[in-house]
């Protein structure tokens, strides 16, 4: 009896401790949906009060009035796809081989995959630059992907290494058995089995270049600049402008909302590795 | 179909590590070989090698005449059967059984009609349309058949693929596997670390320890004409018991004990004689031993008793023998604790023994083997 009581306890103290948790992360991003709903005029409303008086999607008309928003965001899905094509072109091979052909050089290539997320990305943003003025790339879509590329390939190397990591290598010997040469044993066994996997890398790509802010404002400047870096702009010289601002961090905070929540139980079953067991 | 043919096979993993050392022997169309050995003496090397999935280091493989050593897995026209069954988790039953078929680009209703073929031989024809995912483990092993089986290949190779089922189904598999093969007639190699499986199976065995062949016999044969220790000690079950032993013309002395080795025996290994007034390692089955109260025996030794299992059909007794024990060299051999090193009997069940007696040991002696101490080999 007091067993249970206890136990029941427990669950709420565990369930309380976890909703303000959850709230502790959430309450800014509610203030932002919050402000970005009042009218303009209320915005910098003293005292701030937390909930609008009146709901208005006057912000949201305004930045979506102007050209620079739109062709931002235009800019960093492009971006995105891209980085997210060619980061899953270069990892999902690289990191099958590194798994299933372990040697000590591919074991020393993940090794540096790994530290390649170590180093700040600051100290490579220069070097980047460098490279990309001597290509002629500086604020184009194709020099950004590329920067976004070498920051998404060693994670999406590390994860799909994970992920190759589950499966018996006995899989392609069978293919191979069955009339497969090594590579259609890759493109028509493997990948199809890998596909939950690759798809949790490709969000992890997406989601990494979407975000990513400091290459985006050291390489670009006019007309391959991303949403993060218009967002920031609102804060200028000229002053803060709250209401587009925070208008348009919503906006460009749900696509990733969305697609986490469509694919939730795959990222939770991905990220325990338990994906692709059968 | 096909024979195939190895010789002088050798593989070396990295640059050191020999695993298979010279080995040659053939296979010959439409027969069952069952290669079998201890844990890591090289049976899978071996088989992946005639694969293709391992490279052949040195040597000459051949499959129906043609060498193929640098031939790809694809086009051996082989089928193998993994240990793991390794099915495609994301194809069904009938997606998967059809696979090797769709890969050779044969026509869709011939694909339909064979895989359904396949499908009614294995019992598989209910479950076409599951993922391997929730299939029992009997069930898998079917598909895995079935997926080597409606290519008509030249051979199949099959990695222990029994070795994951449960006690009960294993039996029933084996029958299985081999009467489908006898059915289809198509060479067969199949590996497996369990004697009992090579010896029910295999129309021929090669036995195997350290990279290197042993001996290649008709179950039968390896039995009753074992080539050296290991094998002896490797084929049966109990283990034949080995002990150092001193041959003084006829009369063989065993520790405390002796008695005359019959003239019979003298016969059939003629090599014998050259080996009286010296040491010699003797080999005893435990079915050869009985209680002496029960079934009396010319050769008669006794020892003590250590342990009694009671089976019903049989008691199986451990006894302490004072001679030197012979250790065979199988690294898998399980030696119990404070059991090892003593003899293994098959007594009659009517025997009174119990642990702790001194026991008189029958034994036929007809039934010995004797092997050189020196050279481990047997003596005929
Ligand atoms: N890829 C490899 N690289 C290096 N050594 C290997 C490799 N594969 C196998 N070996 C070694 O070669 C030897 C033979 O291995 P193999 O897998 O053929 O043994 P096995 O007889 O099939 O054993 P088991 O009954 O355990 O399956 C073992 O010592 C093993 O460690
Ligand atoms: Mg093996």
Redo the contacts with the bound molecule.
């Keep these: 009896m007091t067993d249970v009581y206890q136990r029941d306890i427990g669950k709420v103290m565990i369930n309380a401790f976890a909703l303000l948790l959850v709230l502790s992360y959430a309450l800014p991003y509610v203030y932002l949906l919050m402000t970005s709903l009042k009218p303009a005029a209320d915005v910098q409303q003293i005292p701030p009060r937390f909930f609008p008086e009146t709901i208005s999607l006057e912000n949201f008309n305004t930045v979506l009035g102007t050209a620079t928003l739109p062709k931002a965001f235009l800019n960093s899905l492009v971006v995105a796809i891209l980085t997210t094509v060619l980061s899953l072109v270069l990892a999902v091979p690289a990191a099958y081989v590194a798994t299933q052909y372990r040697r000590p050089i591919t074991v020393l290539f993940l090794l540096f995959a790994l530290i390649t997320r170590m180093v700040p990305a600051v100290s490579l943003g220069v070097p980047l630059f460098q490279l990309l003025k001597t290509l002629g790339l500086l604020d184009t879509t194709t020099g950004l992907v590329l920067a976004h590329t070498s920051t998404a390939v060693p994670l999406a190397l590390l994860l799909m290494a994970a992920f190759f990591e589950g499966i018996p290598k006995e899989l392609e010997d069978a293919a191979r058995m069955d009339g497969c040469t090594r590579f259609q044993a890759f493109a028509k066994i493997i990948l199809p089995v890998m596909k939950s996997g690759i798809a949790i890398t490709a969000l992890f790509s997406f989601i990494t270049s979407w975000n990513e802010f400091l290459y985006a404002l050291l390489l670009t400047s006019e007309s391959a600049k991303t949403a993060p870096i218009v967002i920031a702009e609102y804060n200028s010289v000229y002053g803060l402008a709250w209401g587009p601002m925070t208008a348009s961090a919503i906006l460009y905070s749900l696509p990733v909302i969305i697609v986490t929540l469509v694919l939730q139980k795959q990222i939770i079953g991905g990220l325990t590795f338990g994906a692709v067991k059968g | 179909m096909a024979e195939i043919s190895l010789s002088n096979i050798n593989k070396v ?2 640059d050191s ?1 020999h ?1 298979i050392h010279d080995l040659s022997f053939d296979i010959r169309d439409g027969e069952f070989m069952v290669f079998v ?1 201890p ?8 088989l992946r090698m005639i694969a293709g999935l391992e490279n052949i280091t040195s040597g000459t493989l051949t499959i129906g005449g043609e060498v193929v050593n640098a031939v790809d897995p694809k086009d051996r026209d082989i089928a193998m059967v993994f240990q793991s069954y390794a099915l495609y988790p994301h194809k069904t039953v009938r997606e998967n059984i059809a696979f090797p078929l769709r890969m050779a680009k044969i026509d869709k209703t011939e694909i339909g009609r064979r895989v359904e073929e396949a499908a009614r031989i294995l019992e598989l024809s209910q479950h076409l349309d599951r993922k391997p995912g929730n299939l029992s483990g009997g069930q898998r092993q079917r598909v895995a058949m079935g997926r080597a089986i409606v290519r008509k290949p030249k051979a199949f190779l099959m990695d ?1 693929p029994l070795s994951n089922l449960d006690a009960k189904l294993r039996v029933q598999m084996r029958a299985e596997i081999a009467g489908l093969q006898r059915e289809l007639g198509v060479t067969t190699i199949y ?1 497996t ?1 369990d004697q009992v499986e090579a010896m029910t199976m295999g129309d021929r065995v090669a036995v195997m320890k350290a990279g290197v062949l042993q001996q290649v016999a008709s179950p039968h044969d390896l039995y009753s004409r074992p080539d050296n220790v290991f094998v002896a000690a490797f084929i049966g079950s109990p283990s034949m018991n080995l002990y150092e032993a001193t041959l003084d013309g006829n009369r063989l002395t065993l520790g405390k004990d002796g008695f005359e080795v019959p003239a019979q025996v003298f016969e059939s290994r003629p090599s014998l004689r050259g080996s009286t007034n010296r040491k010699i390692i003797v080999g005893i089955r435990p079915e050869n031993m009985d209680d002496a109260a029960i079934h009396p025996a010319s050769a008669e030794i006794s020892a003590p008793a250590t342990l009694v299992e009671v089976l019903g059909a049989e008691d199986i007794v451990h006894l302490n023998i004072d001679a030197p024990w012979v250790d065979a060299g199988d690294p898998d051999a399980v030696t119990e604790i404070g059991e090892d090193r003593s003899a293994v009997a098959r007594f009659s069940p009517k025997s009174t023994i119990r642990p702790g007696d001194i026991a008189r040991v029958a034994i036929e002696a007809e039934e010995l083997h004797f092997f050189d101490p020196d050279t481990r080999a047997s003596i005929w």
Excluded at chain 2, 39 to 46: F, H, L, M, P, R
């Design positions: 993993y990295g590590f695993a050995g844990s890591g003496c090289g049976k899978s090397t071996a222990e590996v670390h």
